[in-house]
């Protein structure tokens, strides 16, 4: 099957689903990633950026300054083995982290970790930002500002922003915040991907809000019942999640 033509929608769609990124495992030798099918076989780096009591975690010395936690296989594992996409993404679960990303790979933060694989292709995951909905309150969970890095094949609430006025959204008329924002209707308020995040807002021709918008407190009350639970957020400017501190 070709994939050259990326920009097509329904082909980026089937490559986000069925297809996921592979990257040397070591990271810094001029070998190219690329697309395999989830039901490959590759191995995998396990990395969080809380730390797990489950099994041996570890930062890396060498690695960047911003390098989450990195876990560390050992032989009762007997996980030293190659996995599909999912097996992967369950097994770094049970260990109470997730994936490594390509940028953390590259960063040395996975290397050494036990099972050989600095030389062979691993897994990776692309991860984006989710906040509270409400923008967090002082003293309650997270607190103020509180979110989250989290793959982003996850399933969390989303709020659609626009920068024009349109008919049937929710005025906003404060200048930190969009010209509209989304008003769902109850049967749409599920749990998404950030893809399917991305395209839900797009369908309706506005885009996820960005963190700036949810720390404002620009989209309180839209629908759904999403103020107090972590939603899609993006960034306009993003900086690398290295450089977020």
Request: aromatic share 10%; charged share 30%; glycine share 10%.
């Amino acid at each position: 099957q070709n994939y050259a033509d990326e920009g097509d929608t329904r082909v980026l769609s089937i490559l986000d689903d069925e297809y996921k990124m592979v990257h040397l495992g070591i990271g810094k030798i001029d070998m190219e990633p690329y697309r395999a099918s989830v039901n490959d076989v590759h191995g995998v780096k396990c990395c969080s950026h809380q730390f797990s009591k489950i099994g041996k975690w570890t930062r890396k010395p060498d690695g960047a300054a911003w390098c989450p936690f990195s876990y560390n296989f050992s032989n009762e594992d007997d996980k030293c083995n190659l996995l599909t996409f999912d097996e992967a993404d369950e097994f770094c679960s049970s260990k109470g982290g997730r994936i490594c990303t390509a940028d953390e790979l590259h960063a040395g933060c996975a290397t050494e970790n036990g099972c050989g694989f600095d030389l062979e292709y691993v897994w990776t995951v692309e991860l984006n930002t989710v906040h509270r909905g409400n923008g967090g309150i002082p003293g309650v969970d997270g607190g103020w500002g509180e979110h989250r890095h989290v793959p982003t094949n996850e399933l969390h609430g989303v709020k659609c922003c626009s920068d024009k006025w349109k008919r049937n959204w929710i005025p906003r008329d404060r200048k930190t915040c969009p010209r509209s924002s989304y008003k769902f209707d109850r049967d749409e308020c599920k749990h998404m991907t950030f893809k399917q995040a991305t395209d839900f807002c797009a369908s309706k021709g506005g885009r996820v809000c960005s963190s700036n918008e949810i720390l404002s407190r620009c989209v309180l009350g839209n629908g759904c019942d999403f103020d107090n639970e972590m939603v899609w957020t993006t960034d306009f400017n993003r900086a690398k999640l290295g450089g977020a501190g």
